[in-house]
């Protein structure tokens, strides 16, 4: 089976890993920096997805595989032909099925080690604190595709001190950052203060990612994860991380705490959560709905 | 004079504003961009008023996720 040396397998029978947990997650347990200590701290670990899109795909499956002992998955939509470009978590055969439920059962089918919960609900001020308490989650993932929902997600987190990873993805280009809370990063609203102004965004001229750009931003949200978890290297705190595909370049921009965050700042004014709006895209009509 | 704009040295002229900057620089969607300036973040609403100085460092941080970008 595998060839771990019988220091290691000593350890690993002094945690009650069985057999099939050994191998599964032997490359892992291989490594000095995760070790079956590491491991165990993943099987322990509780990771909350908002959002099973092209971001959260493979943020999730990722993190399946990884063995994170509890999952949630929040998403209040169905599987549409169209997602299945970017959104490798769904199948052809899930067209039509919640997508939490699509989401959990290709978890499951990965890694049955996996507890699954699922929220067939999206993201509000009224759920949102109550989802990420449910289980107490250790860190959030920002998967969605929207400017309330990534305020919506801060705020809350902020609010809870729940350490989480933004992303955002769009045609050819992709950003990342990591909060944590009490250390003096910044968060999401530092950077961006408050949503674009309606009459500015979406424009459909604009619309549309290439499908790998959720596979690339949301594996870096499914790292950074792991590396918060297991308490390794250094995290995106901090930093604004941008992926340009086209000219295939990545910069990692130093951004600070900002003193007159509304969230965050030294004199905050939010103190309860905010249901922003947006006009969708409408692909079919082509104007704002 | 010399400003630093996303990581590189450019030879600009005096005494801009950072609106000002946003269009040499050819941001077609100012709202959609966000300005740290020497490593502050600027208030949008005084993006007419706040004047780049010489060596200054500009980061133009791009909202993302929306349906749209800034550019």
Redesign the interface.
């Known amino acids: 089976m595998m060839r771990l040396n019988s220091y290691i397998l000593w350890e690993v029978e002094a945690l009650d890993f069985n057999e099939e947990q050994i191998e599964r997650y032997s490359r892992h347990i291989l490594l000095e920096e995760v070790g079956v200590e590491g491991q165990e701290k993943l099987l322990n670990s509780k990771v909350l997805i908002i959002g099973t899109g092209g971001l959260g795909a493979p943020a999730a499956m990722y993190l399946a595989a990884a063995g994170i002992g509890t999952i949630g998955l929040v998403d209040g939509d169905e599987v549409d032909l169209s997602n299945l470009q970017r959104q490798i978590i769904h199948q052809t055969s899930d067209v039509g099925k919640l997508k939490v439920q699509s989401g959990k059962e290709t978890i499951n089918a990965i890694n049955p080690d996996v507890k699954v919960i699922t929220y067939n609900e999206f993201a509000t001020s009224e759920n949102i604190l109550d989802i990420i308490k449910d289980q107490d989650y250790d860190f959030i993932l920002d998967g ?4 309330p929902a ?1 305020f919506l997600i801060n705020d809350a987190c902020v609010l809870a001190k729940k350490p989480f990873s933004h ?5 050819f ?3 990342l950052t990591t909060y944590i809370p009490d250390n003096g990063t910044p968060c999401y609203r ?4 408050s ?3 309606a009459g ?5 001229r ?2 549309g990612v290439i499908g790998a750009m959720g596979g690339i931003i949301g594996t870096l949200q499914a790292m950074e994860a792991i590396k918060y978890l297991l308490g390794l290297g250094t995290t995106l705190a901090g930093y ?1 991380l ?1 992926y340009d595909a086209l000219k295939m370049e990545f ?1 990692k ?4 705490h ?1 003193k ?1 965050c509304g969230v965050c700042g030294d004199n905050p004014t939010i103190d309860t959560l905010i249901d922003y709006e ?1 006009a ?2 409408d692909l079919k009509t082509g104007k704002l709905g | 004079m010399k400003v630093k704009v ?2 590189e040295v450019k030879e600009i002229k005096d005494a801009v504003t950072i609106t000002e900057i946003l269009k040499v620089e050819n941001v077609e ?1 100012p ?2 961009v ?1 300005v ?1 300036l020497n ?3 600027a ?2 609403d005084k993006f007419d008023t706040t004047v780049i100085k010489d060596n200054d460092e500009i ?1 133009f ?9 800034g550019f």
Not at chain 1, 200 to 204: G, M
Not at chain 1, 253 to 256: E, H
Not at chain 2, 61 to 69: C, E, P, R, T
Request: aromatic share 8%; with cysteine; proline share 7%.
């Open positions: 969605t595709d929207n400017f990534k992303a955002g993805i769009i045609r280009q992709g950003q530092c950077i961006f203060q949503p674009p102004p500015v965004v979406p424009t459909c604009e619309a604004l941008t910069k921009i130093k951004v600070n900002n007159k947006q969708a895209c | 996303n990581g969607m709202d959609m966000s740290q490593g502050e973040f208030e949008r980061e941080l791009y909202f993302m996720g929306g349906g749209s970008i």
